[in-house]
């Protein structure tokens, strides 16, 4: 167990349709990140957030959004969703840790959440 | 922009043989980290190992090894005496060594372990 959460494990639901991911970060990390993973795409960042405010954005779809709330966890809302939106979802945290400390930058993901899209 | 490119799609190997890894990487910071995540057949991500951009001594870890050569922009990763358990998908991933910076990954190298 990473001690990152992940919430549903799996998710089957049809176009047009929208959905919720849901993650809890490791105890004490405030950084949390989406990750897509699907096929064609490989590994892309969507968003991180830090301590409740968006840090960095990458190709996350304006269908999509997410936020961090006070409790650090985080949702990924995904709407209008096409055939193309199937993937796994990773979330990951973080610890807040100074550069070259053990812990900096290194991510500790979740299962991940596998969304199909029919 | 940072880019990491694992060549490697697929290799099989049979069990017992050593196996490299290639990971080569694009970055304009001087300074920054590099790492190998795996991903087996249950599909989370589990780390393995980070370097930094200071440190080019080679890393070795039971039968796992990692040669960091910044002149040629590569991180390659060695398992020795390969195990049907090695079989994954290894990614190989790139940040910025301040701010607690995202990840970049390659595409991942898929590696299957024969019996």
């Known amino acids: 167990d990473s001690g990152v959460t992940q919430t549903p494990k799996h998710l089957i639901t049809a176009t047009g349709q929208r959905v919720t991911l849901r993650c809890s970060p490791r105890s004490g990390d405030l950084s949390v990140y989406w990750y897509q993973q699907s096929l064609d795409q490989g590994l892309q960042f969507l968003i991180q957030?830090?301590?409740?405010?968006?840090?960095a954005k990458g190709n996350i779809l304006e269908r999509f959004s997410a936020q961090q709330f006070p409790d650090l966890h985080s949702e990924l809302n995904l709407s209008s969703l096409e055939l193309g939106d199937s993937a796994l979802y990773f979330c990951?945290?973080?610890?807040?840790?100074?550069?070259?400390?053990?812990?900096?930058?290194?991510?500790?993901f979740g299962a991940g959440s596998r969304l199909t899209v029919l | 922009a940072q880019k990491v490119t694992q060549a490697q799609t697929e290799i099989s190997v049979v069990e017992k043989e050593d196996v490299t890894l290639d990971c080569v990487y694009e970055?304009?910071?001087?300074?920054?980290?590099l790492f190998w995540y795996k991903q087996p057949p249950s599909g989370e991500l589990v780390f393995l190992i980070r370097?930094?951009?200071?440190?080019?001594q080679n890393e070795i870890s039971g039968r796992y090894s990692w040669n960091f050569q910044k002149s040629t922009s590569s991180f390659n990763f060695t398992i020795t005496a390969s195990q049907v358990v090695d079989s994954a998908v290894y990614f190989c991933?790139?940040?910025?060594?301040?701010?607690?910076?995202?990840?970049?990954f390659g595409t991942g190298t898929r590696l299957t372990i024969i019996p």
């Open positions: 957030y830090y301590n409740g405010e968006e840090r």
């Open positions: 991933a790139l940040s910025a060594l301040f701010g607690n910076e995202k990840l970049t």
């Open positions: 990951a945290s973080s610890s807040l840790a100074g550069a070259l400390s053990s812990g900096a930058n290194v991510l500790t």
């Open positions: 370097r930094n951009s200071f440190d080019e």
């Open positions: 970055t304009r910071d001087t300074t920054y980290y």
